[in-house]
């Protein structure tokens, strides 16, 4: 049996050392700010604040609750609603800023005792708003995926409003419409103020540690100066496979994973190695305040500080068949959600059983109408949508590529390990019919077939299927030893995917822009630069890995037990 060689924890390192525990983070800070009246901890949407209180305590400070400063919960309520809306799944992204939720008259009341004397901390989502500009700031960052987890455990509280009670689902909405948008705008300003002295990696709470701003820029610049990945996270799904268990060694004893997200830079994390702690940090500080070197100029130009290409993985090996589903156009996303770009999507295949099959595109003839009205119906239970008469079924092999632009129906049946290409948009998906099955939480998965007859595009039938999205493979170039096809996207679609086969080295150049690439084929891959400014980079079997636009020119070589050997990878560049 293959014995998996996938890295769950890559890093970057960074000089010097980390402050680790409580105790001795209290200590540094309170040597460090000892001549400052006071100081300020800003914490991001998510955090286990009383742990803060807890720590500083013995300080000997007095201690403010941010939250204390913030408007009454019924005024953030409505000040909140219309982004939130009354939907169980989607909201509007928030345009509301940080200094919406507080209180002026609280503010200017602290600033009066502040004035008065005696030494303070500020602590809370905020502290460096409340704060006067000559108030130094340590900043306490949280991975998006460690707020999900404490969403599920109902652990924590929402920006200016306990909602921990509620179910994960509307806690991560209001994460994602609202509360992480205004922290990330907030979080940005402090950066660019000069005013952040440390920053405090609290994601694991028996354990948190601490490093100088100094240390996180150093971080952020080597990073985006070399080949690198962000760390993946797995999540089990009521479709999941076994797939991914053997090949990124995985907890054997869960029931299944049906997700990877392999490179959401919104979403992942990176971790900074320092001679005596790994710290993790939110991989979407680097797209903020790395975008030029990350994104490249025109790419940059084009989509702002927002990384613009999703690879994830769907594992239905020994599981079920994706839900039925569409996804919104570009015109609907901006009207509904006020996205800026909608979720365009491919599914690449690394796995496929011999029984697996893509559901794609609308056949020939069909009658909408009775269509949508069997959607309905299937609804309201009454009857099992039949799939097969309406829509395309093909059978999948390894190393097929079906293009789905919005609008196009679709599902992955089981049996399958699909590498989804596509834009950064992850969460915009109409479900339009669920196989008859529950959520892993035991009730039905929201439906949302009012939706998705409002973007099917009903001309891409089997005709347009198997000229456009079916398939689209286009040699590029070849020769001994390296073969290079264009496989997509389509042309409705950003993104470009170039898929090369090789035994020898392979020479590639971002171009001015950011490339993302997966070793769907062989053990081990070298990335390298022709002029050695960065160390090898070595990538195993199913991993992604981000270069950087300002990388440049860089090399990928079969390495290790793949010397020699033919290798496969799956580039993705935005046009």
């Known amino acids: 049996m293959r014995k998996s060689n996938y890295d769950k924890y890559p890093s970057t390192a960074v000089s010097g050392t980390a402050v680790v525990g409580w105790n001795n983070i209290v200590d540094a800070l309170s040597s460090s700010f000892s001549s400052e009246p006071v100081w300020a901890i800003d914490l991001y949407v998510g955090s286990y604040e009383t742990d803060f209180f807890d720590a500083f305590q013995k300080t000997g400070r007095q201690l403010v609750d941010v939250r204390t400063l913030m408007r009454p919960e019924n005024e953030i309520e409505e000040l909140t609603k219309r982004f939130l809306t009354d ?29 008065e004397g ?42 200016g409003i306990d909602r921990h009670e509620e179910a994960p689902s509307l ?41 100088t701003h100094s240390q996180l820029t150093e971080g952020l610049k080597q990073t985006v100066a070399r080949p690198f990945r962000v760390v993946p996270f797995f999540d089990p799904a009521p479709w999941g496979g076994q797939w991914m268990k053997e090949v990124c060694d995985l907890n054997r004893e869960e029931q299944n994973y049906g997700w990877c997200f392999d490179c959401v830079p919104e979403e992942n994390s990176l971790l900074l190695q320092t001679e005596n702690a790994t710290l993790e940090f ?3 500080d680097l797209v903020l305040w790395q975008s030029k070197s990350l994104l490249g100029e025109r790419v940059w130009s084009r989509f702002g500080r927002s990384f613009p290409i999703r690879f994830d993985f769907l594992d239905t ?24 770009y909608t979720q365009d999507e491919s599914y690449y295949l690394l796995d496929a059983a011999d029984d697996a099959v893509v559901y794609l595109g609308l056949k020939e003839g069909i009658d909408s109408v009775q269509m949508i009205e069997d959607l309905r119906a299937a609804q309201r239970g009454e009857i099992s949508f039949p799939a097969e008469k309406y829509v395309n079924k093909f059978h999948a092999r390894k190393h097929d590529h079906y293009l789905i632009p919005n609008g196009t129906i679709h599902c992955s049946g089981q049996n399958s390990m699909v590498l989804e290409i596509s834009s950064t948009p ?16 035991g009730k039905p998965r929201p439906i949302n077939v009012e939706r998705g007859k409002d973007v099917i595009q009903w001309e891409r039938t089997t005709p347009f299927v198997m000229e456009q999205l079916y398939n689209h493979f286009e040699v590029l170039s070849q020769e001994e030893g390296i073969q290079e096809e264009r496989t997509g996207l389509h042309a409705n679609e ?13 020479e590639h150049d971002t171009q001015g822009g950011v490339n993302v690439l997966n070793l769907c084929e062989g053990e081990e891959v070298s ?26 020119a860089y090399t990928i070589t079969p390495s290790g037990i793949s010397a020699g050997k033919a290798c496969m990878t799956i580039k993705a560049i935005v046009r």
């Open 494 to 506: 950003f993104i470009e995917t170039r898929r090369h086969t090789f035994s020898k080295t392979v």
């Open 118 to 159: 005696g030494q303070y901390i500020i602590i809370g989502t905020g502290a460096g708003y409340v704060t006067s500009s000559d108030v130094p700031v340590v900043y306490a960052d949280l991975a998006r995926w460690e707020i999900q987890q404490r969403f599920r455990r109902h652990e924590v509280k929402a920006l």
């Open 282 to 284: 939110p991989s979407q």
């Open 426 to 441: 992850n969460i915009f998906t109409f479900k339009l019919w669920d196989w008859n099955r529950l959520g892993l939480d």
């Open 527 to 552: 990335v390298e630069s022709p002029t050695g400014a960065f160390e090898p980079f070595i990538v195993h079997y199913a991993e992604t890995f981000i270069v950087p636009a300002a990388v440049g």
């Open 171 to 211: 806690q991560y909405k209001r994460g994602y419409f609202n509360d992480w948008n205004i922290c990330d705008a907030h979080k940005d300003e402090l950066f660019y103020s000069g005013r952040i002295r440390f920053w405090l990696d609290h994601n694991d709470r028996k354990q948190p540690k601490l490093i």
């Open 87 to 115: 939907d169980v799944l989607f909201g509007y992204i928030s345009n509301i800023r940080l200094s919406e939720y507080f209180d002026k008259e609280k503010i200017e009341k602290l600033h009066q005792r502040i004035s």
């Open 317 to 340: 090996m020994g599981g079920g068949n994706l839900s039925l589903q569409v996804h919104p156009t570009n015109e609907f996303a901006h009207r509904e959600f006020g996205l800026a």
